[in-house]
């Protein structure tokens, strides 16, 4: 139990383009979302929250304009990079957690090449 | 400021040996700790997690100790297993909210 799946797993992209990728959880519902951001080497780094149904609480100096979190559904959640630049190659992984719970479970992630 | 640290960038380990991976942690208010596993280009997996009121948990080969005074954390896996190589991410919480990573431990365990 308690699979998250993410859509694409890579995705490769001219600079300007905006990139969407969607988060799941397949088999509970996740009353919150997060979504994680990897650079080679380094420590996942929160990129903000979403909560079911409200707005994204973004962390600090990440831009809400440039990373677009839609919490649509209890199972669903996108991440979508606006004109995409080559700064913004990452790998980017969401996790979701069910209420009650202070685990998370995570995505394969999304490797993400802008060019 | 980095609330949750792994001093070791990595460990090298002799197969059949224990690993013993660190990590340090600065806000007395977290009440949750977790380990997760990780290949790359893959997401974290979850190993094994303690609550702030408990100072072990055992998880077949993986336990988890916790010294509350010292804010220190450690995951001891023994026997250690080629197939436990993977990147170690040691996180904290703080009633239930959002995980603070450390920065990660490589383990590489020889045959």
């Known amino acids: 139990g308690a699979v998250v799946s993410q859509h694409p797993s890579r995705v490769i992209c001219k600079s300007g383009t905006s ?83 202070n685990e998370q479970f995570f995505g394969p992630g999304t490797r993400l090449t802008v060019l | 400021d980095q609330q949750v640290k792994q001093n070791s960038p990595s460990l ?3 197969e059949g040996r224990i690993s013993i991976l660190n990590c340090d ?18 997401g974290p997996t979850f190993l094994i997690s303690i609550s702030s009121i408990k100072d072990k948990n055992e998880d077949g080969r993986f336990t988890v100790f916790l010294n509350k005074s010292a804010k ?11 197939g436990d190589s993977a990147v170690y991410f040691c996180a904290a919480s703080n009633a239930g909210n959002m995980l603070t990573f450390g920065g990660g431990t490589r383990l590489m365990v020889k045959p």
């Open chain 2, 25 to 42: 942690y600065t806000n007395s208010m977290f009440d949750y700790f977790l380990w997760y596993k990780k290949y790359p280009a893959e």
């Open chain 1, 19 to 101: 990139v969407k990728i969607e988060c799941r959880s397949l088999d509970f519902q996740a009353t919150t979302m997060f979504w994680y951001r990897q650079f080679p080497k380094q420590s996942l780094m929160l990129m903000a929250t979403s909560n079911e149904g409200s707005k994204a609480t973004y962390e600090q100096g990440v831009e809400k304009d440039k990373f677009l979190i839609n919490h649509a559904s209890l199972t669903l959640s996108t991440l979508t990079v606006a004109s995409a630049h080559p700064e913004d190659s990452s790998f980017y992984i969401c996790s979701a957690r069910y209420r009650g719970s």
């Open chain 2, 72 to 82: 220190h954390l450690s995951l001891h896996i023994v026997p250690s297993q080629p």
């Open chain 2, 12 to 14: 090298s380990v002799q």
